[in-house]
RNA sequence: GCUCUUGUAGCUCAGGGGUAGAGCACUUCCUUGGUAAGGAAGAGGUCACGGGUUCAAAUCCCGUCAAGAGCUCCA
C-alpha cells in the first residue's frame, strides 16, 4: 500500500476546504481528546480526523475504553467546553515541535516522561516546505494542521459513540489502535435528528427485517456467510430473477446451467488458481490421492504443494462463473456472424471471505450472481457495454433506486500489470465513459480502479448504515480470452480473438436483496411481495366467503391468503400491516351481500370497498406492470 | 485475520454463585367481534459449546464457536 500516506494525510488545500460542520467535529475531537487525556494521562493519540458521520480518534493507552465509559468522557468534554477554551494555533520549527513531541507534550495536557510516538511519526511525514502548527485548547496541545472553531464553547453538541480497533495507519502490520468515535452538530436539535435517524436505519436493517418477515436465514450448523433463503425470501428472489430473465430474453442473451464445482486445471488456466487461493475455499482432493499421501506418511503441506504446483489434480468450488462460460463457448466454432455469443447464469460461486468481514446478506461467502459473458468483437464493444447499462438502469428505475452511485475504474497510467494492448484499452476505456455518460448521472472516474484484465463500471449504493455497497458491474476482459485462447473466424477467413465482457446487473442475488429490504424497508412493491393479498373475514361465518374471493385471486395468479383466525378483524388487520402485506380484503355481511370486499392498503389505509372483480384487475395489472 | 462487545424459550429481552423469568408467538377452550392487540388455561429452555474454580456454576475464570461494530481484505 504505497499510498496510505497519501489517504491518511490531507493536503494543506484539501484542508482549508473543510465545511464549517468538518471543521467543527474536528474541534470537537479535540475536546474528546482533551477529555480523555485528563481521565488517562498515558493516552497516546494518533490522527483524529471529522468523518461523513462525525469525527474520531485513534489513541493508544493502558485502559481499554467500555461503553461505560462514555458517559465519563463525555462528563469531562462537557467541563472542557464550559470553560470554553480559545483554540489557539501556534507556528512552530519543526526542530521546535520534535523537543515538545519528545517530552511526551504533544496531545498532552503537559509534559511527560513518554514521547509523543505517533505524533513524532506524523511529524515527519509532514513536507519540508510545509507549515507546522500547533493547536492550544487549555493545557491540551495537539499538533494539528487545523483549521478549528474558535473555542471549545462552540462545541455544543456532541455525543461518543462507539469505540473500534484500528490499524496505524491502516496498516494490518501496524499496533492496533482504540479508535474512538463520536459526533457532533451545530447544535442539539440537529445531534437530535441525527440520532433518530440512527434509529431509524436500525428499523431498515435488513438482518433484522429478514428475521421478522422470515425471509432469510444464516444458520450456525450451516455454515457462516452461507444464506438460507426461506420460502418468502425465495418468492422476492425469484420474481427479481422472472423479472431480469424477461429483459434478458429481450437482449438476445442464451440461458446456460453449469456446475458449481471444477477441475483445479480449469482455474490454473483461467488464473483464479492458485493465484487468490486464500480467498477461496481449499481445494477438493481426489480420495486416491488423499490416501496415497497418507499411505507414505506425507502431510497437509505436501498436498498443498502439490495441487498448486499440479502434480497432483483436484476440484475447486468455484470462485466465479467465467471459466465455465468458456469452455461453453469453445465448444462450437464461432464465425464473427454468430457474435456476440451472451452466456446468461444464474451461477453460484463461492470466495473465502475473512470472518470478520461477513455480515448478513451483504458479505458472503456463497452467492448467486446473475452472471453473464459476452463474446464480441472490438468493433461491438460499445454496443454492447451500452446494452448492459440499458439493463441496469432498468433494474435501478424498476425498484426506485435512484440513489446509487457510478464508478468508472479505469487503469493507472504509471502502472504496467494490466494486460492487453494500450490501444485495446483506450478504447474500452472510451467506451465505458460514453456508456455511463448516457446515463444522464454523474459518474466518477477512478484511475487505478480498473481490474488488471479491464476497465469496468460499478454501481453502487449504501445501506441503512451508510454503508457503501457494489452492486451491479460491468467489466470488460482482455485476460481471459488469451488465457484460453479464444477465437472466432472473421471476414477475413482468419482467427481473431474476441473481447469479453462480464457483467451482472444485481451483481449477487444475496447483497441485493439485502439492500433492497432495507431500500424499501421491508414494504416490497406488490409485484414483489411474497403475500400480496391478505383476506379478512370478519368472523367465521365469512370464511367461506373469503375462500370464493380467494380462489377468484388465487386463479390470476395472485399471491394471496385468508387469514381465518379465531380473532378479530382489529387483530387480523395488525398482524398483516406487521408482515406488510400490500392488500388486505376485509370481508363482512356488507360485502357477501354485494359481492365486494373492503379494501385496506396497508399505507393508505382504509380505501373503501369495490367489486371483486375490479379488485382483482386492478391489482393484477399493478403485478404485471411492476408499479413501485 | 485483528481489537472490543455480545450469546438466557421460536422472537424481543429481564435476571444473576443455591439447578430459571416477562411479553409476543404456539396449543386448547370461551368469545363471532367492522380497520393496528377480546378473555382464560396450557405447553415450551443442558441459560451457545468445552474445560476450570467451588460443597454448589446459567452466573466467576480460561478456551472454542457464532453474532455485532470497526480495521485490514474483496479477482
Not at 500500500?1 to 476546504?17: C, H, P, S, V
Not at 451500452?386 to 464508478?407: A, W
Request: include cysteine; glycine fraction near 8%; charge should be negative.
Amino acid at each position: 500500500m504505497a499510498d496510505t500516506d497519501q489517504k491518511q494525510r490531507k493536503t494543506l488545500d484539501e484542508r482549508n476546504q473543510m465545511s464549517d460542520l468538518e471543521r467543527l467535529r474536528h474541534s470537537t475531537a479535540h475536546v474528546m481528546a482533551t477529555a480523555i487525556s485528563k481521565l488517562w494521562p498515558d493516552a497516546q493519540f494518533a490522527y483524529g480526523p471529522p468523518t461523513e458521520q462525525g469525527f474520531y480518534y485513534d489513541v493508544d493507552m493502558g485502559h481499554r475504553i467500555t461503553p461505560d465509559d462514555f458517559e465519563k468522557i463525555e462528563a469531562e468534554m462537557k467541563k472542557v467546553v464550559k470553560e470554553n477554551q480559545p483554540f489557539e494555533k501556534m507556528v512552530v520549527s519543526r526542530d521546535e515541535a520534535l523537543t515538545l513531541a519528545k517530552k511526551g507534550r504533544l496531545a498532552a495536557l503537559s509534559d511527560r516522561d513518554v514521547e509523543s510516538t505517533f505524533k513524532i511519526d506524523l511529524l515527519e511525514e509532514i513536507p519540508e516546505d510545509e507549515e507546522i502548527s500547533i493547536y492550544k485548547n487549555g493545557d491540551f496541545w495537539d499538533l494539528c494542521a487545523g483549521p478549528h472553531v474558535p473555542r471549545t464553547g462552540n462545541c455544543k453538541a456532541f455525543k461518543v459513540m462507539s469505540v473500534a480497533s484500528a490499524f496505524y495507519k491502516g496498516d494490518a502490520n501496524n499496533p492496533q489502535l482504540q479508535r474512538v468515535y463520536g459526533t457532533a452538530f451545530k447544535n442539539k436539535t440537529e445531534l437530535g435528528e441525527h440520532l433518530e435517524q440512527l434509529e431509524e436505519a436500525k428499523l431498515r436493517d435488513h438482518r433484522k427485517i429478514g428475521k421478522e418477515l422470515n425471509l432469510f436465514l444464516i444458520d450456525e450448523a450451516v455454515g457462516q456467510g452461507l444464506v438460507l433463503w426461506k420460502p418468502k425470501g425465495a418468492i422476492l428472489r425469484q420474481q427479481l430473477l422472472d423479472f431480469i430473465l424477461e429483459h434478458l430474453n429481450r437482449q438476445g442473451y442464451s440461458q446456460v446451467v453449469t456446475p458449481h464445482i471444477g477441475k483445479l486445471d480449469l482455474f490454473r488456466t483461467s488464473g483464479h488458481y492458485p493465484y487468490y487461493a486464500e480467498s477461496q475455499f481449499p481445494p477438493l482432493a481426489e480420495r486416491e490421492v488423499l490416501k496415497g499421501l497418507a499411505e507414505e506418511g506425507r502431510s497437509c503441506g505436501d498436498l498443498m504443494q502439490q495441487l498448486e504446483s499440479g502434480e497432483t489434480t483436484g476440484f475447486l468450488l468455484r470462485p466465479m462463473n467465467c471459466p465455465h462460460h468458456i469452455r461453453i463457448y469453445q465448444s462450437d466454432h464461432h464465425s464473427y456472424r454468430d457474435l456476440p455469443v451472451r452466456l446468461a447464469e444464474f451461477g453460484t460461486v463461492y470466495r473465502w471471505e475473512q470472518s470478520g468481514e461477513l455480515g448478513g446478506m451483504t458479505r458472503v461467502r456463497g452467492f448467486t450472481q446473475d452472471d453473464a459473458h459476452i463474446f464480441c468483437t472490438e468493433d461491438q464493444l460499445k454496443d454492447e457495454i451500452m446494452g448492459c447499462l440499458e439493463l441496469v438502469k432498468i433494474v435501478l428505475e424498476t425498484l426506485g433506486m435512484e440513489d446509487y452511485r457510478v464508478r468508472v475504474g479505469l487503469r493507472d497510467p504509471d502502472s504496467t500489470k494490466y494486460v492487453g494492448e494500450p490501444e485495446q484499452w483506450d478504447k474500452a476505456e472510451e467506451a465505458l465513459r460514453e456508456a455511463a455518460s448516457s446515463l444522464g448521472k454523474d459518474f466518477a472516474e477512478e484511475p487505478g480502479e480498473a481490474a488488471f484484465y479491464g476497465p469496468k463500471i460499478d454501481f453502487v449504493v449504501k445501506d441503512a448504515i451508510g454503508r457503501e455497497w457494489q452492486l451491479g458491474t460491468v467489466q470488460v476482459d482482455y485476460n481471459l480470452p488469451e488465457r484460453f485462447g479464444l477465437e472466432y473466424v472473421g471476414k477475413d477467413n482468419a482467427s481473431h480473438r474476441p473481447v469479453m465482457i462480464h457483467r451482472a446487473p444485481f451483481g449477487s442475488l444475496e447483497r441485493f436483496v439485502g439492500v433492497l429490504i432495507e431500500h424499501f424497508a421491508g414494504k416490497f412493491p406488490t409485484w414483489l411481495s411474497p403475500e400480496q393479498v391478505r383476506i379478512l373475514p370478519i368472523s367465521e361465518k365469512f370464511v367461506e366467503a373469503a375462500d370464493e374471493v380467494h380462489k377468484v385471486l388465487r386463479d390470476e395468479g395472485v399471491r394471496v391468503k385468508v387469514d381465518d383466525t379465531n380473532e378479530k378483524v382489529g387483530a387480523k388487520i395488525r398482524l398483516a400491516q406487521l408482515e406488510r402485506i400490500p392488500y388486505m380484503l376485509i370481508i363482512g355481511a356488507k360485502e357477501q351481500e354485494s359481492n365486494q370486499v373492503s379494501v385496506r392498503h396497508r399505507d393508505r389505509g382504509d380505501v373503501g370497498a369495490v367489486g371483486v372483480d375490479e379488485f382483482k384487475n386492478q391489482v393484477v395489472a399493478e403485478i404485471r406492470s411492476r408499479s413501485l
